[in-house]
């Protein structure tokens, strides 16, 4: 402490101590960092993510793969696309 300053109480050394607390630095809807107290052992605050309980279940079905992007499923679009356009030239041979 410097010679110059006078002694904190008790209260306001604890409020120094919170505000010196690693930050969340989410991303926030306006584009800024977050600036709320991470949670102890954590890097989020608790309003994203740093709360127990928060996040993905376990197994995460929120992420299951349905299969419709799959080269498979995109290949067999792109044969029934060309079995439409085959059938629609056919029609216009046959009138």
């Known amino acids: 402490m410097k010679s110059n300053e006078r002694p904190r109480a ?6 120094d101590e919170a505000q ?5 630095g989410a991303k926030t809807r306006s584009g800024g960092a977050c600036r709320a107290p991470a949670v102890t052992g954590r890097r989020r605050c608790r309003m994203h993510g740093g709360a127990p309980g928060s996040g993905a279940p376990l ?6 793969k349905h299969g419709r992007y799959s080269a ?3 290949e067999e679009r792109r ?7 085959e059938m ?3 029609n216009g041979t046959v009138r």
């Open 59 to 64: 197994g995460n079905q929120n992420a299951r």
């Open 79 to 85: 044969l029934v696309r060309s079995l439409i356009r």
């Open 88 to 90: 629609r030239a056919f």
């Open 20 to 24: 010196a607390a690693p930050r969340c």
């Open 72 to 74: 498979a499923a995109k």
């Open 10 to 15: 008790p209260a306001l050394a604890a409020l």
